[in-house]
């Protein structure tokens, strides 16, 4: 079975657009659980625009729930997340500037504070992952870090899809990549941009076991939410 991480991320987001509690990215996690997610992931970014260290602390302690916590190579953030003992950590790199994460991470630059890095985690028995672009060279890499799981970056392969562009290029290269990291003996994950039509394009990679997805999942769910809430509203508005 193929496993669905929820990124509640964009909960936080509308929640902090108000200063207030609502959403709360707390009860969405659980909630999300209870949906029958396989586990949820955040993103502790530097400038916490999103999640906050709150949420972090009261999620990561969340009674049978998978938590996939995401990080750059930052060292404080680093302590952090070793503080917070998540189930599974993702190394993602991070850019103050960047609307969300934009590409891979550089293993070749980072690769003696990576290879700290997953050692410190592995230490403390945290499943890790390194999010990376879709290349041979970066999946051979990843083997030599000594990481758990890699998690392919999808963007290019979701906008040529949302643009209705050629896709068979992208999704070939990622389909490579994934055969290789499976066998070498890491763990794929595929993650970023992913809608219905990209995610089932992806699926087709059977080296593929965890999809992680944001966005547009919670999104889509304000369509899907809508006309309950507002027969909720309609009810409260003409009771007499
Ligand atoms: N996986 C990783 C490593 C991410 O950093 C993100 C968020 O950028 C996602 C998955 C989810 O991406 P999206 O919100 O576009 O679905």
């Known amino acids: ?66 938590v996939n916590l995401e990080v750059s190579t930052n ?26 994460t934009e ?3 550089n293993l070749k630059k980072n690769k003696t504070k990576l290879k700290k890095i997953i050692s410190r985690f592995k230490k403390r028995n945290i499943r890790t992952s390194l999010f990376i672009n879709p290349s041979l060279k970066d999946i051979r890499l990843s083997k030599e870090l000594k990481t758990d799981c890699i998690e392919i970056h999808t963007g290019k392969i979701a906008n040529l899809v949302k643009s209705k562009k050629n896709h068979m290029i992208e999704l070939q290269k990622i389909k490579k990549c994934s ?15 992913l809608d ?15 999809f992680n997805i944001g966005h547009f999942l919670v999104g889509e769910s304000i369509f ?15 009771k007499r």
């Open 75 to 100: 060292s404080k953030m680093i302590n952090s997340a070793l503080k917070l003992k998540p189930n599974f950590v993702c190394i993602v790199p991070e850019n103050r500037k960047e609307i969300t």
């Open 196 to 210: 219905y039509k990209t995610t089932k394009f992806l699926t087709k990679i059977k080296q593929v076991k965890e």
């Open 224 to 238: 899907n939410g809508l006309p309950k809430v507002i027969k909720n509203f309609k009810r409260i508005i003409n």
């Open 1 to 66: 079975m193929k496993r669905l991480g929820v990124n509640i991320d964009h909960i936080a987001t509308i929640r902090n657009a108000r200063g207030e509690h609502h959403p709360d990215p707390f009860f969405a996690a659980k909630f999300v659980k209870k949906s029958g997610a396989n586990s949820i992931t955040i993103h502790l970014r530097e400038d916490r625009r999103h999640i906050n260290d709150g949420d972090a602390k009261k999620i990561c302690s969340i009674k049978n729930l998978l």
């Open 179 to 193: 055969i290789l990291a499976n066998n070498l003996g890491l763990e794929v994950h595929a993650g970023h941009g």
């Open 103 to 105: 590409g891979g991470l």
